[in-house]
């Protein structure tokens, strides 16, 4: 594993640095620098951000545990299923379910992070409790989605990952889900 992770992230580099070298001799047939991040690195970073817990108004909490990403490209965003568990007062015992969301991303400079944003809660599913504690999970799961996603940073630009754009004069731009991974656009700084 470590070895494939250099191998990587030399490629990564060297993708870049040949990017960077062929915009600066002005080649017209590259349209857009990028840089793409794959599904199992961003995989890899956000297992690190879960398992999480979701307080429910002190009726009880759930325990999100880590996501399984998938890409989107159709539709811009990504898709995450977790495995959930919901335990409290309320319920008199631990009940386990799937819980399903669809989110963008956007680029946060101040801290060079992708980050998931405009999340959409799927389905909250828990076949041991009776359909009416679920749908009341279920009303209450846009905020629960929020809360429980807001912000979770999925990957993280670092200084070398775009030394080349920078002395360009480039930043990064509009993240854009392919069936490669996410792909951060370079553009010109204001």
Do not use: W
């Amino acid at each position: 594993m470590p070895h494939r992770r250099q191998f990587l992230t030399a490629a990564v580099h060297r993708s870049i640095a040949l990017a960077g070298i062929a915009l600066f001799m002005g080649c017209g047939a590259l349209a857009q620098p990028s840089y793409t991040v794959p599904l199992a690195q961003l995989q890899e970073m956000v297992a690190a951000r879960f398992p999480r817990n979701v307080p429910v108004q002190g009726l009880f909490d759930l325990t999100l545990q880590a996501p399984q990403l998938r890409l989107l490209p159709e539709v811009n965003r990504l898709g995450a299923t977790m495995a959930v568990d919901a335990a409290g007062v309320a319920l008199r015992r631990s009940h386990s379910g799937t819980f399903d969301v669809e989110f963008a991303l956007r680029y946060e400079a101040s801290d060079r992070t992708l980050r998931a944003h405009q999340i959409r809660l799927g389905r909250l599913d828990f076949p041991t409790l009776k359909p009416a504690v679920t749908e009341l999970l279920n009303a209450y799961g846009p905020v629960l989605a929020e809360q429980a996603l807001r912000e979770v940073t999925l990957h993280q630009l670092r200084p070398q990952d775009t030394a080349v754009f920078d002395g360009l004069g480039l930043q990064p731009g509009p993240v854009t889900v392919t069936a490669r991974g996410l792909e951060v656009a370079f553009v010109r700084k204001p």
